[in-house]
Structures are given as structure tokens and as C-alpha cells.
């Protein structure tokens, strides 16, 4: 079954305690993004990534990291977490044969607070 | 800069009756349009895709969207909603010149039996 898994589904931590939701895909996408969504303010996008070793940053990448070593794995990495970063989080995947405008699938999400 | 506007937040229609959610983009060509649902603790689904080739786009559950350039608007319709079409609606835009998505703030709809 075609897929976006994310890891964990939920997460409660502590200001400053690294931690890292993975994210993989098995569709063999070359595009893969993370968003953060909060109330009242849809879903932004925190980073990209148009293939293995290619990220960019999104419209609010700060306090956020991504590595892109392997084509179905797009880890998101927050360093030192913070209560602001307490949110839902999704990545999602798509092709890139059709340019920008293809069809993403979202993983189920992950919600995480930070104490 | 480019941008999408979800002219509501909330829609609140009885079941049986039309449903509207209107989206309106800023954009200096015809862009690439989506219109995505999210139902209560899931992820998001596409319902339709906009590329240019036909200016109205039938997508999934009845949902429809008519792009009319003239009036910068892609607004999301459907004859009659059902109770299962109670979400979160996002339209969102694919930015010109790069691959950043940018959503819609979403309308959530409210489907009353």
C-alpha cells in the first residue's frame, strides 16, 4: 500500500530535549516537505526537499533541521525544542515529473507538546 | 507576493443543501490550484487538482471547483452536503518559481442534519 508513515504519532517532551519524528515514504517520491499546523493558521510549510541531499527551507524553519540521506526518509530534527514548537505536524511526499503543482500525500500526522 | 485567501473560516450548511467554500489567489498567471479535506484526526486528502487544461474540475464525494481568472477565484462547491463532508477544507497554491506550498488558512464546515 502506497504510504507516508510518520513516527511517533504522539510526543510529549521537555523544553531543550532533542528529539527527531521521522518520516518515510514508499513510493519512490522524489519530493518530500514538512508542515506544522496550528489553529487558526492552516498549515505552514517548515522545510522541503526536491531529492536526496536537496533542502530548502520552507516558510518557518526556524528551531527546525531536515536531512535528506536516503530518497524514502526525510526526518525532521528539532534541537532544542520549545513551547511555541508544540503543534501537529505532517510531512507529505509527491513527484516532481510534473513540476510543482503534483498531487502531495500526507502522512497521519504527529502532535507534539513541549512542556 | 503569491498567495491564497480562504474567505471564511467557517461554513455552516444543513444536509441536503449546496455547499460553497470560496478561495480566492493572487497570482500574476493562471497558477496550479488544489483543494484538499481533512477530516477530524487525519491527514490530508486531495480532492481536486487545477492545471489549466479545463476550468472546471470535478474532484472526489461530488466536491467541484470552477477557476475563473477574471475573478482570481477558485471556489469549492458541492449540490448537497452530506454529514461525512463535515472537515477542514484547504485550498492551496503551489508558489511560482519554486516548490514551497502555500495553504489556504482553512474553512471548516459544519454540516447540520
Known amino acids: 500500500e502506497a504510504q507516508v508513515t510518520q513516527n511517533p504519532r504522539y510526543l510529549i517532551t521537555v523544553t531543550g530535549k532533542k528529539l527527531t519524528v521521522t518520516c518515510s515514504q514508499n513510493?519512490?517520491?522524489?519530493?518530500m516537505s514538512w508542515y506544522r499546523q496550528d489553529p487558526g493558521l492552516g498549515l505552514r510549510q517548515i522545510y522541503y526537499s526536491m531529492n536526496v541531499e536537496v533542502t530548502d527551507k520552507g516558510d518557518v524553519p526556524e528551531g527546525y533541521k531536515v536531512s535528506r540521506k536516503e530518497k524514502r526518509n526525510f526526518p525532521l530534527i528539532l534541537e532544542s525544542p520549545s513551547p511555541n514548537q508544540t503543534s501537529l505536524y505532517f510531512c507529505?511526499?509527491?513527484?516532481?515529473?510534473?513540476?510543482?503543482?503534483?498531487?502531495?500525500?500526507f502522512g497521519a500526522g504527529t502532535r507534539l507538546s513541549v512542556l | 507576493a503569491q498567495s491564497v485567501t480562504q474567505l471564511d473560516s467557517h461554513v455552516s450548511v444543513s444536509e441536503g443543501t449546496p455547499v460553497l467554500l470560496r478561495c480566492n489567489y493572487s497570482s500574476s498567471y493562471s497558477p496550479s490550484l488544489f483543494w484538499y479535506v481533512q477530516h477530524p484526526n487525519k491527514g490530508l486528502q486531495l480532492l481536486l487538482k487545477y492545471t489549466s487544461a479545463a476550468t472546471l474540475v470535478k474532484g472526489i464525494n461530488g466536491f467541484e471547483a470552477e477557476f475563473k481568472k477574471s475573478e482570481t477565484s477558485f471556489h469549492l462547491t458541492k449540490p448537497s452536503a452530506h454529514m461525512s463532508d463535515a472537515a477542514e477544507y484547504f485550498c492551496v497554491y503551489p508558489g511560482a518559481g519554486s516548490y514551497q506550498l502555500t495553504f489556504g488558512k482553512g474553512t471548516k464546515l459544519s454540516v447540520i442534519p
Open positions: 507529505a511526499s509527491s513527484f516532481l515529473g510534473q513540476g510543482r503543482g503534483d498531487i502531495q500525500y
Open positions: 513510493m519512490n517520491h522524489e519530493y
